[in-house]
């Protein structure tokens, strides 16, 4: 049965790459933390690292072991700080995980909301720019809540926040600025470049697939990896932009319309286990204001 100090060496060898660093910064002599490695990799069947001689690099069997590792490991500490939290031993701390636009938009007033609630609780914001990486932090034990696109198949505790709308960008001088309604067809952009996301950028994604429902591929006059830029880039004449209408700056100079079709995505907050009571408190929190 492997232990939590084993689990704990062998993540820090891979952290590390060697075996001698581990033992400098876990404290201990390297044939203790060696033993307890081989110890594991006995008692899950094979090795678990593959010894060079100026590296250590895991296994297959190592691969598939190292992220359970690293959320047993993620667990424990959340749970001696659930205790602690619980006996009002230490000043508290949550680890939220967010996609870039929920961090940009939906989590500040959040935020604002909760430090006038609980001034002693800390919160530390982890942001991913793709819903899949988010999902797999979380699946790895890397944060006590994640909130973002709904996901599939989520085995833990999920609550859903409502949609995200998206809104159309386009400089204030554009022919388009003024569409009756403020609702513009997306097809009515078949022909511009646009300012588009990075690849590996979730919102790459949400504007390609409107894009395509509209029946055209958006050709990208820039691409960037920050969602706040997006709106920016587009006020200042280099292509439209589709963004959350959460992300908008006050006092934005430029046209916003609403895309027809309307663009929208599910959201939620999601943990791996079932809640505590402060994890449980910022979900009521966030499901008050994303639907006010």
Do not use: K, N
Not at 170 to 198: E, F, I, K, N
């Amino acid at each position: 049965m492997a232990t939590l100090r084993q689990l704990a060496y062998l993540a820090a060898v891979v952290d590390t790459g060697s075996f001698t660093r581990a033992a400098e910064l876990l404290h201990v002599t390297q044939p203790a933390l060696s033993h307890q490695v081989r110890a594991l990799e006995g008692s899950l069947g094979g090795p678990l690292l593959e010894r060079l001689p100026r590296a250590v690099r895991l296994t297959p069997l190592g691969r598939a072991v190292l992220p359970h590792a690293r959320a047993v490991l993620a667990d424990a500490e959340r749970l001696h700080a659930a205790a602690r939290r619980a006996g009002g031993l230490v000043e508290a701390e949550l680890e939220v995980a967010a996609v870039h636009s929920v961090a940009l938009g939906l989590l500040p007033p959040v935020l604002r909301a909760w430090r006038a609630r609980y001034p002693g609780v800390r919160i530390r914001l982890r942001e991913y720019p793709h819903a899949e990486l988010l999902r797999a932090a979380t699946a790895a034990g890397r944060a006590d809540l994640a909130v973002g696109p709904l996901p599939d198949d989520w085995d833990g505790p999920v609550r859903e926040l409502g949609v995200e709308e998206f809104a159309l960008v386009l400089p204030p001088d554009d022919p388009l600025a003024g569409t009756p309604g403020g609702v513009l067809p997306l097809a009515a952009l078949a022909d511009r470049d646009w300012v588009h996301y990075a690849p590996g950028h979730g919102l790459a994604e949400v504007l390609d697939a409107a894009c395509a429902r509209a029946g055209f591929t958006p050709r990208p006059a820039v691409r960037t990896e920050q969602t706040s830029a997006a709106p920016a880039l587009a006020a200042a004449g280099l292509g439209p932009t589709l963004v959350p209408a959460s992300v908008l700056p006050a006092g934005l100079d430029a046209a916003v319309l609403r895309p027809d079709p309307p663009v929208r995505r599910a959201l939620a907050a999601y943990t791996r286990t079932r809640p505590d009571r402060l994890t449980t408190a910022f979900t009521d929190l966030l499901a008050e204001v994303s639907t006010r």
